[in-house]
């Protein structure tokens, strides 16, 4: 189903994707992370892979399997990823899917934690890199086509225009994550594509859908 087609029109491309969250080490049995299943990311890996596309998959530990037939780069940490990436490059395009830490522990600990009497362990924080600003900013083997995923609760639009604009992406896929929406850890996604052009609503869809929309999006754009 998710056979690489030899003659579609993403044929010779080559496609970055990053999917799933990033852990970051407490000590060597704890992590903090972000809620990502990976589901969005690997439709849009399918999809693209059905389009004829060469697949470079860099994933952090999602629940969803990578696609069959993407070269599958694994991760852990944000750091880790942005090495993984930027090993990957040159690329035609770039996804960024992934819900990337924002910050790691910079206190980690090789040993485990123990409770202890004299109170609760207190965690220091570095930020993390920012991957997608870091490859839309690149001067050399910048991807020609960079897009990101911005999840908001609130101004969505507004939010996701200025991450796109600080940021230095070409694309960026909006969606809206508030609880009452329903869309975390669903099946469903309901997006808006903002472009050079504007921003786009699209109808609520199933993530594959949407991931197709969107790997025919980036066919038009790249040939
Ligand atoms: N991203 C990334 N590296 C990071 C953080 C985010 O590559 N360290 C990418 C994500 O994969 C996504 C986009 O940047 O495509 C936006 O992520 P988001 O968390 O919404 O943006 P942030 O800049 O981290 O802003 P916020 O404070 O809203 O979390
Ligand atoms: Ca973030």
Redesign the pocket.
């Known amino acids: 189903i998710e056979a690489q087609l030899s003659d579609g029109p993403l044929k010779g491309k080559r496609i970055l994707v990053?999917s799933g969250p990033t852990h970051e080490p407490i000590d060597p049995v704890r992590y903090i992370a972000n809620r990502s299943s990976g589901t969005q990311g690997t439709a849009i890996g399918r999809a693209l892979l059905a389009l004829g596309a060469k697949v470079v998959f860099v994933t952090g530990p999602a629940d969803a399997a990578a696609p069959q037939g993407a070269e599958v780069i694994r991760v852990q940490t944000?750091q880790q990823m942005l090495e993984a990436v930027e090993s990957a490059l040159p690329a035609d395009a770039a996804i960024?899917?992934?819900?990337?830490?924002?910050w790691r522990v910079s206190s980690a600990s090789d040993r485990k934690l123990k409770k202890s009497k004299d109170g609760m362990p207190v965690l220091e924080f570095a930020e993390?890199?920012?991957?997608?600003?870091t490859v839309s900013q690149r001067k050399a083997e910048r991807p020609a086509l960079v897009i990101?995923?911005?999840?908001?609760t609130d101004d969505v639009i507004e939010?996701a225009t200025a991450?796109l604009l600080?940021?230095g992406c070409d694309w960026i896929v909006a969606n809206d994550v508030s609880p009452a929406t329903g869309i975390m850890g669903g099946r469903e996604n309901a997006v808006t594509l903002i472009t050079e052009a504007g921003a786009e609503d699209w109808p609520r869809m199933d993530k594959d859908a949407v991931a197709r929309q969107l790997a025919q999006r980036i066919a038009a754009r790249l040939t």
């Open positions: 990053t944000a960024f899917a992934a819900a990337v830490a924002d993390n890199p920012d991957i997608l600003r990101g995923f911005a999840a908001e939010n991450k600080r940021k």
